[in-house]
């Protein structure tokens, strides 16, 4: 097996699909999220209001007020129930859908996710793919199980001459390659 999709054990019996291309020609295969999910809108709160001072009264503004605003702005990981498998010189990139700022005001926050190859399996997370997603529109969206949420494209890639080959085994899951 070159590459593909699995789904985690723990939702193995929640009638989850894999991922599928929709068209002929389509690079991206659709994620859908594996449960229903609530993404608020950054608006909420008194983030405003923290702009508001920051932008008038800079000197006014508290640490709790930046821990506040910085809450309500952050990108929230939204669950597919997949893995995926992929040869050692592959990667999947995580895309959004197209439609998804359009019709539904929801963005990945970096742009685009890096699914590396030993993702796969981590014994974190058993390698679940999540969607990190931001809703700037102005009211809470809910994403119901099922919905096309983000796409996954298997890439190859390519390392630099005589590059020092890292040694370090994956030892988490989501975000565990910092340093």
């Not at 709160?45 to 503004?61: A, I, S």
């Not at 990945?108 to 990190?132: K, M, T």
């Not at 096309?148 to 630099?160: E, K, M, N, S, V």
Request: hydrophobic residues 35%; charged residues 25%; aromatic residues 10%.
């Amino acid at each position: 097996m070159l590459r593909g999709f699995e789904i985690v054990s723990a939702k193995r019996d929640q009638g989850l699909k894999l991922p599928q291309r929709q068209t002929k020609s389509a690079a991206g295969y659709d994620l859908a999220a594996s449960e229903d999910f609530v993404l608020p809108s950054i608006w909420r709160g008194n983030f405003l209001k923290t702009l508001w001072v920051l932008h008038h009264q800079p000197d006014q503004v508290t640490e709790e007020d930046l821990l506040n605003g910085d809450k309500l702005i952050k990108p929230f990981l939204v669950p597919t129930g997949i893995k995926c498998y992929m040869q050692p010189n592959e990667f999947v990139l995580l895309a959004n859908r197209s439609s998804a700022p359009l019709k539904r005001r929801l963005i990945l926050p970096n742009g685009v996710g890096i699914v590396d190859a030993d993702y796969y399996n981590n014994p974190s997370n058993e390698g679940e793919l999540f969607v990190q997603l931001i809703n700037y529109g102005l009211r809470d969206y809910t994403i119901k199980k099922g919905e096309r949420i983000g796409q996954a494209i298997f890439l190859p890639y390519l390392t630099a001459d005589n590059e020092e080959t890292p040694q370090a085994d994956r030892t988490g899951g989501f975000g565990s390659t910092k340093k």
